[in-house]
């Protein structure tokens, strides 16, 4: 299999990076972003691309992918709805329509949140984005295309977010971790549940299209940390 990973950097993008890297089912992965990640391996690839939105000039490097891990996203905290919406839909609605022309056999899987709303009708101006471009990726003719909706995510292996704010929350949580997780533990996964539930969906497809937390952990197998 041969996957392409926007947001490779984040959190999230880094986890399915990692388990991408270690799976010997995958042949080679193609991250897209705006910098490198600064990782070397064999079959790992790296496009830095500086505009997000247009995918023209590089069109014959997106061929011949079988799945698409879009887990490029951004915090909400002191954006406008319209910057928001630049990042947050415009982004990957281009990503969208530029992989369906080039791997209309892909599967692309995009990385939403607990939350999110798809009626458009929340007053929370994050969740009526996400779930905008939930739609409009779930509209788009790939072979499969999923939304992932993960609570809280337990960060593993060195993982690290790199919003600041999220770095600062997971330090004061830290030693709570394991009352949260038994408290509530259909909300909480972790990075590696995430990657691999990833990869599993992308091979083997999913009864549902949107996958909440407790899907994630199912999808990921019993063997996921």
């Known amino acids: 299999m041969r996957v392409i990973l926007f947001g490779a950097t984040?959190?999230?993008?880094?986890?399915?990076?990692?388990?991408?890297?270690?799976?010997?089912?995958?042949?080679?992965?193609?991250?897209?972003?705006?910098?490198?990640?600064?990782q070397k391996d064999e079959k790992l690839r790296e496009l830095v691309h500086?505009?997000?939105?247009?995918y023209s000039g590089v069109a014959g490097e997106l061929t011949g992918y079988d799945a698409c891990f879009f887990c490029l996203g951004i915090s909400s905290a002191g954006m406008s709805e319209a910057d928001y919406r630049r990042v947050t839909l415009d982004i990957a609605v281009a990503a969208g329509r530029a992989l369906v022309a080039a791997n209309p056999g892909m599967t692309f899987i995009f990385v939403s949140g607990a939350g999110t709303d798809s009626t458009g009708k929340s007053r929370t101006m994050w969740a009526r984005v996400k779930g905008e471009a939930e739609n409009a990726i779930l509209a788009l003719p790939f072979k499969g295309a999923y939304a992932f909706r993960p609570g809280f995510i337990r960060p593993l292996h060195g993982i690290t977010s790199r919003t600041r704010s999220y770095r600062v929350l997971y330090a004061i949580m830290w030693p709570f971790v394991p009352l949260v997780m038994a408290l509530f533990p259909r909300q909480v996964t972790t990075t590696e549940k995430i990657g691999r539930a990833m990869l599993n969906v992308a091979r083997q497809g999913a009864p549902k299209r949107i996958l909440e937390t407790p899907d994630i952990n199912a999808a990921a197998g019993a063997d996921a940390r």
Do not use: I, Y
């Open 10 to 38: 984040g959190m999230v993008g880094q986890a399915a990076l990692r388990e991408c890297l270690l799976d010997a089912g995958v042949e080679r992965v193609l991250t897209v972003g705006r910098s490198a990640t600064g």
């Open 50 to 54: 500086p505009d997000l939105t247009d």
